[in-house]
């Protein structure tokens, strides 16, 4: 039995690595409003690792509440 407070935090941090995933979009589309080549390096190679990393952490929040029902059914 998984508490409520474990829910929440799944929640809250699933919600918050789409927020980041968003601000990530954001970014990379901001990038290629820029005329400055050396800046739009950096920002297009940093809008797409803060895409990747809070993709991979949005999957990785998801499938834990996924088992975590899986569980819940089993018992």
Request: aromatic residues 20%.
């Amino acid at each position: 039995m998984v508490s409520i407070y474990w829910w929440a935090r799944q929640i809250f941090f699933t919600a918050l690595g789409c927020f980041f995933l968003l601000f990530g979009i954001y970014l990379l589309i901001a990038a290629y409003h820029l005329d400055n080549p050396h800046w739009f390096i950096m920002t297009f190679f940093a809008s797409n690792l803060l895409i990747l990393i809070n993709a991979a952490l949005i999957i990785g929040f998801i499938m834990r509440m996924i088992n975590a029902l899986k569980k819940e059914d089993d018992a």
